[in-house]
């Protein structure tokens, strides 16, 4: 399968908690940290949870 790198852009302070755990599920807890990860469903849909912080990376 391809890798995605997801890039934390926007803080998480103010967010609900279950995107902060989304967050932290994808291995970003740190502003502005890239994660490699596998382009599956489940991370996909990780990423639209918390589409509004982060950015995917090319």
Do not use: C, F, W, Y
Not at 1 to 15: D, E, F, L, Y
Not at 40 to 58: C, D, F, S
């Amino acid at each position: 399968m391809a890798t995605i790198k997801i890039k934390q852009v926007k803080s998480r302070i103010g967010a609900p908690t279950d995107q902060k755990r989304t967050l932290d599920a994808l291995g970003l807890r740190k502003l502005n940290r890239v994660v490699e990860h596998e382009s599956t469903p489940a991370i996909l849909g990780m990423v639209r949870k918390v589409k509004h912080l982060v950015t995917i990376v090319e």
